[in-house]
Every structure is written in structure tokens, then in C-alpha cells.
């Protein structure tokens, strides 16, 4: 079992930045694809972001390319998603997710951590 804590979540005015923290313990994750979602008000869950297993590759939604920054360290067994430009509709709550290397599917997701951006 993997236990994912996200933290770093909080107000910023439009423009700013945030960097969210993702940290799993029960197990090393350096196997595992993270992932970051996200879900707005009244919408469903959005894939934001991903990286793999070394961190060698990442990707983006659209929405967020040019202004987010995923990364991880598999020594601490930490991902991170640093939040540059922010906009109000980048407002959501952050999940982080690991990905099965083998099946593609996410096997473990975090709580949450809530962002906001004011106009």
C-alpha cells in the first residue's frame, strides 16, 4: 500500500505562484508514474500532469503547459507540482495519483490539497 499526503495548497492572487507537495510513504513510489489531477467546483477530476517512473519524462495538460512544473525525488520519495502564472480558473483541489507502470491505471490517490486564486 502506498499512503499519498499532498500539502503546500493555499490563497494566492492571480499571477502567483504555488507549489504543491505530494508524500508517499508505505512503499517506494520509484516504480510508479505520479500523476496530477485536479477538480474545480461543480466539474469533474482533471488530469493535469504527469511524469514517469525517473522523472526523464513529463506531460502536460494543455491548459497548464508553459506555467506548471512537475518533478519528483524518488530518493525521498516526494513529487512535487511547482504552479507559476496562476490564473482564477487554475482554482481546484490538487490530488496527486500513482500510476501502475504495468496496467497505466492509477492505483493510489492522495486527499487532497485545495488552491485557490483570487482575481
Known amino acids: 500500500q502506498v499512503r499519498l499526503v499532498e500539502s503546500g495548497g493555499g490563497l494566492v492572487q492571480a499571477g502567483g505562484s504555488l507549489r504543491l507537495s505530494c508524500a508517499a510513504s508505505?512503499?517506494?513510489?520509484?516504480?510508479?508514474?505520479m500523476d496530477w489531477f485536479r477538480q474545480a467546483p461543480g466539474k469533474e477530476r482533471e488530469w493535469v500532469a504527469a511524469i514517469n517512473w525517473s522523472g526523464g519524462s513529463s506531460y502536460y495538460a494543455d491548459s497548464v503547459k508553459g506555467r506548471f512544473t512537475i518533478s519528483r525525488d524518488n530518493a525521498k520519495n516526494t513529487v512535487a507540482l511547482q504552479m507559476s502564472s496562476l490564473k482564477p480558473e487554475d482554482t481546484a483541489v490538487y490530488f496527486c495519483a500513482a500510476r501502475s507502470s504495468s496496467s497505466y491505471r492509477v492505483a493510489y490517490w492522495g486527499q487532497g490539497t485545495q488552491g485557490t486564486v483570487s482575481s
Open positions: 508505505g512503499r517506494t513510489i520509484s516504480s510508479y508514474g
